[in-house]
């Protein structure tokens, strides 16, 4: 018996964080979007900024037009300057890259990689960072992107991230070779078995295989069709146990990280 490898897309290592001011949007772009008054005259500015074509995926389009709308008003009505919003959009837009970068759960590098992001833009140490925001608008900056993004972090890797998908394929020697048949649906593994098939309808290819197959191969079909059946199951729960766990540890360490954040500009504040 032999067993086909499974191959799985090692990611590459994402951009580095880096002063990013004027990278994404513009002076220009800035401006502009604060003249216009309708909401989907913005929209339509905003997807013409980011090269959001007509023909690409329109699920994706309307994700991201909402997310970098709503983070310019946050952004407009929290009073930051044309360099500030450029900046601020820019985070918010690597931050994404970087969180769709792998379809695994790396929602703590991504947390780790929009901190440092952040930071490169609060401190004045040229040419490595540069100081557009003080304490209190990081500290906002911060709780608008683990309310908005963070929040809803599962919901856009499922919307931006290709789906690792299990191919398994068998082949036993002495016995004739026989089509792949694949079993799963769209967004759940799949497992392709050969030549183990899922049983079919088809009557005369029942009739067929019968006429074929000795009783003893039939058997040995049906106990390793189920057997797998048992073990992808497994598998998948145990993956999806584990992915649960690791968020809820990650948002545990974000509240606490707030939480210290907070109680540190309360005892500010009373010096």
């Known amino acids: 018996m032999t067993h086909n490898c499974i191959h799985v897309p090692?990611?590459?290592?994402?951009?580095?964080?880096?002063?990013?001011?004027?990278?994404?949007?513009?002076?220009?772009?800035?401006?502009?979007?604060?003249?216009?008054?309708?909401?989907?005259?913005?929209?339509?500015?905003?997807?013409?900024?980011?090269?959001?074509?007509?023909?690409?995926d329109h699920m994706k389009k309307l994700i991201l037009t909402d997310l970098f709308y709503y983070?310019?008003?946050?952004?407009?009505?929290?009073?930051?300057?044309?360099?500030?919003?450029?900046?601020?959009?820019?985070?918010?837009?690597?931050?994404?890259?970087?969180?769709?970068?792998?379809?695994?759960?790396?929602?703590?590098?991504s947390f780790s990689y929009f901190k440092e992001l952040l930071l490169r833009h609060c401190v004045k140490r040229p040419p490595f960072s540069i100081q557009l925001y003080d304490m209190s608008e990081a500290k906002k900056i911060t709780d608008y992107v683990l309310d908005t993004y963070f929040k809803h972090y599962k919901l856009y890797k499922y919307a931006f991230t290709a789906k690792v998908r299990l191919d398994l394929t068998f082949s036993y020697n002495g016995l004739p070779e026989e089509p792949e048949e694949s079993v799963g649906g769209a967004g759940e593994t799949e497992?392709?078995?050969?030549?183990?098939?899922?049983?079919?309808?088809?009557?005369?290819?029942?009739?067929?295989?019968?006429?074929?197959?000795?009783?003893?191969?039939?058997?040995?079909?049906?106990?390793?069709?189920?057997?797998?059946?048992?073990?992808?199951?497994?598998?998948?729960?145990n993956v999806d146990h584990q992915l649960k766990a690791n968020e809820e540890a990650i948002l545990k360490k974000m509240s606490e990280v707030t939480g210290i954040d907070r109680a540190h500009s309360r005892k500010s504040r009373k010096k």
């Not at 994402?14 to 909401?39: A, M, N, R």
């Not at 952004?75 to 690597?94: D, G, H, P, V, Y």
């Open 10 to 56: 090692v990611p590459k290592p994402g951009p580095l964080p880096q002063i990013c001011v004027w990278s994404d949007f513009s002076l220009k772009d800035i401006d502009e979007l604060k003249l216009l008054q309708q909401t989907e005259d913005a929209r339509r500015k905003i997807a013409e900024i980011l090269v959001l074509k007509e023909n690409d």
């Open 191 to 237: 497992v392709s078995i050969d030549p183990i098939s899922d049983g079919g309808t088809d009557e005369e290819g029942e009739e067929h295989a019968e006429e074929e197959e000795p009783e003893a191969v039939k058997e040995l079909r049906t106990m390793i069709n189920s057997t797998l059946t048992d073990e992808v199951h497994k598998l998948k729960l």
């Open 71 to 109: 983070a310019f008003i946050f952004a407009t009505e929290s009073k930051f300057n044309e360099e500030q919003i450029s900046a601020f959009l820019s985070i918010i837009k690597r931050t994404h890259e970087k969180a769709i970068e792998s379809p695994f759960g790396n929602i703590e590098d």
